[in-house]
């Protein structure tokens, strides 16, 4: 078979394959790395991969795209399985009160932190939020990133959320990013609700969730569980009807006071609960049970500053499959640079560097229901590829801050180039 694209001699390719389901416990050190590997691309498809010898039937003729992966690390593109991608404006004024010790929920509640952005969202044209989604998009690509969710959140009334949803809508049809949609108005009480905040539930649960299933604009529903926030009764609320509407549920649980959302979440067999810095045994426990995958963000608590990380090791010993994403938004973690987020996994919550690779691949495509699809390299799976300008896996997280990538292949086709869009 004459293929359109084949990736040879690879000095580590780490296929990420053989398990339908997340990986959990010691399944997430895969450390099956193939030296002198191999992967051949047909359409949109891996048809062949290997290490070694080329078998025969694998051919290449002149329109075959050939890359010599010599030196380098051949990985399944990353998931970042947790965003808030479309937003207006920035926040990096929060910065300065941050330095003089306000806290995030402080900020939350003088009117500025996630509310601020929703007035700058608000206040911004589709076109402009386009733009901008497009451009952090770009970067994510860049980054190696090649599927991810993306929360809407800062538009909080009908108009808003589905403008933000449409944005997201479109850039996963223009965009080679794959983008799964989450709907969040739950992600803070908008101020002309002030006080009322049972009347914005139930908006949200009445008209708002309903049109935006018919719409078929979001796959799953998320609700910001936090003191201050949503309770734990109005996050079951809105989780359930979202189910009994078809939603699969995900749950931002116990980011900075240990409320109990991960127990909720066990409760609800959530797909996934994330942040879970304040996580309790039993919320961990309750978790496994619910078979909830842990969605963790260090760079999350990296730029909330407040060293407090989330307890890998505890849910990893636990047997609780992990994923690990950027949480890319304007106020608690601006940054779309999944493979910085590799090395504050491993060197603030103590995951190994296989850990993490199987943390930003396969099992964050669990995290957002593509684990049939993506997140490992497998014959029949998508050709969504990163080659590394690294040695092996354990170089990633170890030399941070720098963009490692040297190629991006999405659907089979060649987007990065030596560190460059070429699609
Ligand atoms: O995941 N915690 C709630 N939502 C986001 C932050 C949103 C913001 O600060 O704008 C998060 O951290
Ligand atoms: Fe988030």
Redesign the pocket.
């Known amino acids: 078979m004459e293929v359109d694209v084949l990736i040879r001699n690879a000095a580590q390719l780490a296929t990420c394959a053989g398990c339908s389901k997340p990986r959990r416990g010691k399944e997430m050190s895969y450390d099956v790395f193939l030296e002198d590997g191999w992967v051949a691309i047909s359409g949109d498809r891996i048809v062949g991969i290997g290490k070694g010898t080329i078998p025969r039937e694998i051919q290449t003729g002149e329109d075959t795209v050939e890359i010599d992966a010599g030196g380098k690390t051949v990985l399944p593109g990353f998931v970042d399985s947790?965003t808030?991608l479309v937003?207006g404006g920035s926040?990096e004024m929060e910065l300065a009160l941050k330095l003089e010790g306000v806290s995030?929920l402080e900020i939350l509640s003088r009117g500025g932190?996630?509310l601020s952005?929703v007035r700058a969202t608000r206040a911004a044209t589709e076109e402009q939020l386009y733009d901008k989604a497009k451009k952090s998009l770009d970067t994510m690509l860049l980054f190696g990133t090649t599927t991810i969710e993306a929360k809407s959140?800062?538009g909080l009334n009908m108009e808003d959320e589905l403008k933000c949803l449409r944005v997201a809508d479109k850039l996963n049809k223009s965009h080679p990013v794959d983008i799964v949609s989450t709907f969040m108005g739950a992600?803070a009480v908008p101020e002309e609700y002030k006080n009322r905040k049972e009347e914005y539930i139930d908006f949200m649960i009445e008209e708002v969730m309903p049109r935006v299933k018919r719409m078929g604009l979001a796959e799953y529903c998320d609700v910001?569980c936090?003191k201050g926030v949503f309770s734990i009764d109005d996050s079951r609320k809105i989780l359930t009807r979202a189910k009994e509407m078809g939603y699969h549920i995900k749950i931002?649980a116990d980011?900075i006071e240990p409320l109990g959302g991960a127990e909720l979440a066990g409760e609800l067999k959530a797909v996934s609960a994330?942040?879970l810095l304040a996580a309790s045994d039993s919320g961990i426990q309750r978790m496994k049970e619910g078979k909830v995958i842990a969605v963790l963000?260090p760079g999350?608590s990296f730029n909330l500053n407040h060293g407090k990380y989330a307890r890998a090791r505890d849910m990893i010993e636990a047997g609780l499959p992990v994923a690990i994403a950027t949480?890319y938004?304007?106020?608690?973690?601006p940054t779309e640079n999944i493979q910085l987020i590799m090395s504050l996994a491993c060197l603030k919550m103590r995951m190994t560097p296989e850990e993490v690779v199987t943390a930003v691949t396969i099992n964050g495509a669990h995290a957002i229901g593509r684990g049939k699809d993506i997140g490992s390299l497998e014959v029949g799976k998508k050709a969504d590829v990163v080659i590394l300008d690294v040695p092996n896996v354990q170089y990633i997280p170890y030399h941070f801050g720098i963009n490692h990538v040297d190629k991006v292949i999405k659907n089979g086709k060649l987007v990065v180039d030596g560190q460059r869009l070429v699609y």
């Open positions: 947790h808030h937003h926040r995030y932190g996630i952005t959140g800062y992600h910001f936090e931002h980011e994330e942040h963000l999350t949480d938004n304007p106020g608690s973690c």
